[in-house]
């Protein structure tokens, strides 16, 4: 099984539709983030968190919120989805040392109409 | 501030041919971390590597290999002998040792890597 898993992979909404995306990890990491990718932008970090109390805004947060319901479930949401955040979203997980790897999820591409 | 470049955008190489991906890195920490990610066109992202700014071993592991010198901050990534399976993305990326610099990664743009047969 997958060390960190989305839901769902694939979504297609409507502009002002209300959208969660879920992230699950079993590595036990305390550390999760969401990025989103656009063509030609790279990855972009929307939010992160450190540990259930601790979270952060990343450098796109604006129309996302996220909440973090235990210390493997982090989840992202879109309160009133709009075209423009049409893109791949990933979760990703870390350890708590220094310089120390992240790991991804599959990647939720989402497309808002 | 921190900051990656990857300065080739596109690569399109012929099967078998070497290949090697510039990374140029910026920041002020002296201890610092880089790693290389690959993304197929599956669309996952694979960690491949994890360099500490104070090892500049250079590090070879089958067909890719990994060249850092600090002296011109770069970490270079050369696949040789290229395969049609080495098309994807690669990133680059970057972590400062200092508190408020580790607490997340500094992307490049990434280079997108074509292997022709």
């Known amino acids: 099984d997958a060390d960190v898993t989305q839901t769902p992979r694939n979504r297609i909404t409507k502009t002002g539709k209300r959208i969660m995306l879920e992230c699950s990890q079993t590595?036990?990491?305390?550390?999760m983030y969401w990025y989103r990718q656009d063509p030609g932008l790279g990855l972009r970090l929307i939010y992160y968190?450190?540990?259930?109390?601790?979270?952060n805004k990343g450098e796109i947060s604006d129309g996302y919120s996220v909440s973090r319901q235990a210390q493997a479930k982090f989840s992202l949401s879109l309160e009133s989805a709009i075209p423009n955040q049409t893109a791949l979203y990933f979760c990703?997980?870390?350890?708590?040392?220094?310089?120390?790897?992240?790991?991804f999820g599959p990647g939720t591409r989402l497309t808002v109409l | 501030a921190q900051k990656v470049t990857q300065a080739q955008t596109e690569i399109s190489v012929v099967e078998k041919e070497d290949v090697t991906l510039d990374c140029v890195y910026e920041?002020?920490?002296?201890?610092?971390?880089l790693f290389w990610y690959k993304q197929p066109p599956s669309g996952e992202l694979v960690f491949l590597i994890r360099?500490?700014?104070?090892d500049e071993q250079n590090e070879i592991s089958g067909r890719y290999s990994w060249n850092f010198q600090k002296s011109t901050s770069s970490f270079n990534f050369t696949i040789t002998a290229s395969q049609v399976v080495d098309s994807a993305v690669y990133f680059c990326a970057l972590s400062g040792a200092r508190t408020g610099n580790n607490r997340k990664l500094i992307w490049g743009l990434g280079t997108s890597l074509a292997v022709n047969p």
């Open positions: 990703a997980t870390s350890g708590e040392v220094k310089g120390t790897e992240q790991f």
């Open positions: 590595k036990g990491h305390d550390r």
């Open positions: 968190s450190f540990d259930v109390k601790d979270i």
């Open positions: 360099r500490n700014s104070f």
């Open positions: 920041t002020r920490d002296t201890t610092y971390y």
